[in-house]
Each structure stands twice: as C-alpha cells, then as structure tokens.
C-alpha cells in the first residue's frame, strides 16, 4: 500500500513531441505529489509538485495531471528537447516521500 | 551558495570493510534525508534526522547500516562488514525544515562498489 508504481520503465520520443510518465498509488492518505529529475552522475532535482486538491498544475513546459479518484498522475513534457533526456522519478508522501521507479526519457533530436 | 555536497564520489572497497559516507546538507537546513538508489531502482529511504528530535530509522536494511548527524550539521553513514548487495549509488537530501512536503535537496550521492 506504501508503493508508486511507475511507467513506462523509458521513453523515447522525437524533439519536439510529448512524453507523457504515469504513476499510480494505492495509499490516500498520501498528500503530496512531486516529480524529480536527475541526469546521470548528479542527484535529483525536483522539478514540480502537486497536492490532491489540484487536478493539473503547469510550470512552463512541465505539467502535472492528477486524478484522486483513480489514485493516479501523470507529467506531461510538453514540445520535447534533447536536453530533457534524464530518469525522471515520480514520489508520493506518506509520512516519508515514496518514490516511484523511475523513467528513462530519450528525447531524439 | 553551495549545495548539499557528498563525500567520497566514489567508494570501492572488498566484501567485509567498513565504509563511511559523508554528507554536508545545505546551510541553515534541519532536516537530512539518506535513500539508496540501486541500479534500475527508485530511490529507497534510509533514515531522517530532523534538528534534535531521535532520527527516523525506518529505513535501514539492517543492523550493519548506521547514521549519525553532529551538532545538527553534517552527518555520516557507516556500512559495517560490507556485502555485495550494499553496491549502490548513496545519496543525501537536506530540506529547509521539517516535513516532506518541503522540497528536499539531492547531493550527487557517493557511488559505492563493493568487491
């Protein structure tokens, strides 16, 4: 029930296109929803966040979509660049951050 | 001004040593954070120490991981008698106060190997 389950595992998408990264949890106690991106060799940096009083929350090119009756959210990458290609991870707090497993994004030029 | 900074970057060491990992959090933050991420997986809670208050031990895996914060500064991470499944990549996270809904700061972790 403490779980974030994530996907898809990577992603490949064309420069200039959408990703879209899916997570689901199964706690609703859980009452905080950020998003983390971290390229390789450095530590995650927190990208955006949302609460389940909010369905979407946008912050420039990155947008948070979330649905509390499905227990699910999603971040949408609008029109994207090379320089997005990094693991991004989904978390979820429950006392603690929960992360999700991560997504490798390709972004292809 | 500088960020949470992580020392070794990069640890090897043989089956059955003890390793220390350092982390200096942020100026002024009380909360500290330790997860490991293996390779292929997310991010897994360690410990939490928050200014004075006993630290969240939730996390560790077993009674030969430890953690220790100093004049509620920097704090050390001590593996004793090391297994290959210790191989992990260790990374440290302070925020400005207590709560996780504050945002939380990554080091770039120290990479252990263990031999």
């Known amino acids: 029930q403490q779980q974030v389950k994530q996907s898809p595992q990577s992603l490949i998408v064309q420069k200039g296109g959408i990703s879209i990264i899916n997570c689901a949890y199964e706690n609703t106690a859980f009452d905080y929803f950020p998003w983390y991106q971290q390229f390789p060799g450095k530590g995650p940096a927190l990208l955006i966040a949302i609460r389940p009083d909010v369905s979407e929350k946008k912050e420039g090119r990155f947008t948070i979509s979330f649905n509390k009756s499905a227990k699910q959210f999603s971040l949408h990458i609008m029109d994207s660049q090379p320089g997005d290609s990094a693991t991004y991870f989904c978390?979820?707090?429950?006392?603690?951050?929960?992360f999700g497993q991560g997504t490798e994004l390709s972004v292809k030029p | 001004g500088a960020g949470v900074s992580q020392s070794p970057s990069n640890k090897v060491t043989e089956k059955g040593k003890d390793v220390e990992l350092r982390c200096d959090p942020i100026s002024g933050h009380t909360a500290l954070y330790w997860y490991r991420q293996s390779l292929g997986q997310g991010l897994e809670f360690l410990i939490y120490?928050?200014?004075?208050?006993?630290?969240?031990k939730s996390g560790l895996p077993s009674d030969r991981f430890s953690a220790e914060r100093t004049g509620g500064s920097v704090s050390t991470l001590t593996i004793q008698r090391t297994q290959q499944e210790d191989s992990a990549v260790y990374l440290c996270?302070?925020?400005?106060?207590?709560?996780?809904?504050?945002?939380?700061?990554f080091g770039d972790g120290t990479r252990l190997s263990i031999l």
């Open positions: 978390a979820a707090r429950g006392g603690k951050l929960i």
């Open positions: 120490f928050q200014g004075n208050s006993a630290p969240d």
């Open positions: 996270a302070s925020s400005l106060e207590d709560g996780f809904n504050q945002p939380q700061h």
